[in-house]
């Protein structure tokens, strides 16, 4: 942990740094009066309300709307993962293909994609569901990362030893019950890494759902410059880039530090 | 649903679409010259140990690897504008900005990728075996011939499969520039939506057209390097 704890040290000063230097360089003797409107628009920034009352919007928003699109790529990805690695070509060649389809499209444009395909709302169980623009984000979000996730699935169960297999095998054990009791529980130690890796990529990507009209962390922004002035906004870009940084980077060094602990107990 | 795509046929919209590829296109190549400057040039520094130079290598990397390229395009396309630089137009006189739309997507696409390149191209550069590098010191070598003809051609060859991702990620994120107004083909597709009111169909194409570039991307990738690789080194 010692050389990863030394990174995160340089790293979140070293970062600071440069987004202070930034700041003072863009606005000179007014550096104080801008810090004072940014510490300002803080709890509007972080909760999407003026005093933290409500966390509904904002960086909140990006928090919220990336562990949904998780959990329902995680779901997917795991499907189509196991799709991907089935004995039956009728199954494989169209999970590789939706794979590569998903991996290969641009994010904005699936997010554009889901705000036309999915309507407004449907019918269902004598229910009806309405999609708001939160959670067309989140499918147009989890789409591209299934892929991703059906990929690390597929990695991960591809790093466990053969031999595995066939003894289980022998065992009696049938596919699926390999799959779920003898290979996935080893694998998942190489997945976890690339997981969170994957993860902070949703994160980042959660930067794009300005587009759907969510009230996320860059809507909330263009508010805030709309209501402030154009003169604020690259303090206030400076700061959703620290935000992000603060957000993503601890979860990078935990990333190689498991990836090293992986390595060594190889 | 029915989908009706009547409206490809009308020349004006097939203008908009393939100007918009070529941008597309132009700002994918030059953010990837881009990108290979800056990951070669911090590799390097980082592999050769450059004193006082590796914390700030280090620190460009984190910054732009662990924040989201849409923000930093708006970061610098406000930041560039609120500096003002300008240039004076030799044939109007007028002044132009330095640094417009076209030219932020292509800075903020190159760093970062740039900085997941230096990644990258870093543990090629790890992944050279150790004898082979001994065998150039022991040939009389400097280090940094050694650095220049021996560990970067093979290094970079060990980072193609990586690499390809990359590419693809970055023709992925040149989508963003839509954003602040670069005339992409994001751009001529919304233009056409405002006209045609044909959203679904829009995106549709777009993503098609998106993902023939990227697999051709990937094609192209594949070719060169099949015809530059070094037997025994890489798959």
């Known amino acids: 942990m010692n050389a990863e704890l030394k990174l995160f040290a340089l790293g979140t000063a070293g970062v600071t740094l440069v987004l202070a230097a930034l700041l003072v360089t863009v606005y000179g003797a007014e550096t104080g009066r801008v810090l004072q409107a940014l510490a300002a628009r803080t709890p509007l920034l972080l ?29 997917a990805g795991t499907a189509l993962g196991i799709g991907m690695i089935s004995q039956s070509l009728l199954v494989r060649a169209p999970s590789v293909l939706l794979m590569n389809v998903l991996r290969n499209s641009p994010w904005l444009v699936v997010l554009y994609a889901m705000l036309y395909l999915l309507p407004f709302e449907i019918e269902a169980f004598g229910t009806i569901f309405s999609f708001s623009p939160v959670i067309k984000a989140i499918i147009g979000l989890a789409l591209p990362v ?11 169960v591809e790093a466990v030893p053969t031999g595995q297999w066939e003894s289980a095998r022998s065992l009696g054990y049938r596919r699926l019950q390999i799959l779920r009791r003898v290979v996935v529980p080893q694998a998942i130690q190489f997945m976890t890494p690339n997981l969170m890796t994957t993860y902070a990529m949703l994160f980042i990507g959660t930067s794009l759902v300005v587009v759907t009209g969510a ?52 | 649903m029915t989908l009706d795509f009547s409206w490809l046929f009308d020349p004006l919209y ?19 010259v881009l990108m290979f400057v800056i990951g070669i040039a911090g590799a390097a520094l980082l592999h050769l140990k450059v004193r006082f130079l590796q914390s700030p290598v280090t620190i460009f990397v984190e910054l732009f690897r662990n924040t989201p390229p849409l923000v930093q395009l708006f970061f610098l396309y406000f930041m560039l504008s609120e500096i003002g630089l300008t240039l004076t137009d030799p044939v109007t006189g007028g002044r132009i900005p330095l640094f417009t739309g076209f030219t932020c997507v292509v800075l903020s696409l190159g760093l970062y990728n740039g900085a997941i390149a230096v990644e990258i191209i870093r543990s090629g550069l790890l992944a050279v075996p150790a004898q082979t590098v001994e065998g150039a010191r022991s040939l009389g070598y400097s280090r940094l011939q050694t650095f220049r003809h ?36 994001m751009y001529g597709a919304t233009q056409i939506m405002l006209e045609t009111f044909r959203n679904l169909e829009v995106m549709l194409l777009i993503w098609v057209i998106y993902l023939v570039i990227a697999s051709l991307a990937v094609l192209v990738v594949r070719r060169i390097a099949a015809a530059f690789r070094i037997p025994g080194y890489g798959s």
């Open chain 2, 14 to 32: 097939q203008t908009w679409l393939l100007r918009g590829v070529g941008t597309t296109i132009l700002l994918s190549l030059l953010g990837m």
């Open chain 1, 146 to 156: 299934t892929a991703n996730i059906a990929e690390v699935f597929r990695g991960g």
């Open chain 1, 47 to 75: 909760s999407g309300s003026p005093d933290f009352s409500r966390f509904e919007g904002g960086f909140a928003a990006n928090i919220v709307i990336s562990i949904w699109a998780m959990m329902i790529a995680a779901v």
């Open chain 1, 215 to 266: 009230n996320d962390i860059l809507s909330v922004a263009r508010t805030v410059i709309a209501s402030d002035g154009a003169h604020y906004a690259t303090a206030i870009y400076l700061y959703v880039l620290f935000l992000f940084f603060l957000f993503c980077f601890p979860i990078a060094i935990l990333t190689r530090w498991l990836e090293q602990r992986v390595r060594v107990r190889q």
């Open chain 2, 150 to 185: 021996v560990e970067l051609p093979i290094g970079l060859r060990m980072s193609i499969p990586p690499m390809t991702s990359n590419i693809v990620s970055l023709i992925k994120t040149s989508s963003q520039a839509v954003l602040v107004a670069v005339a992409d083909i």
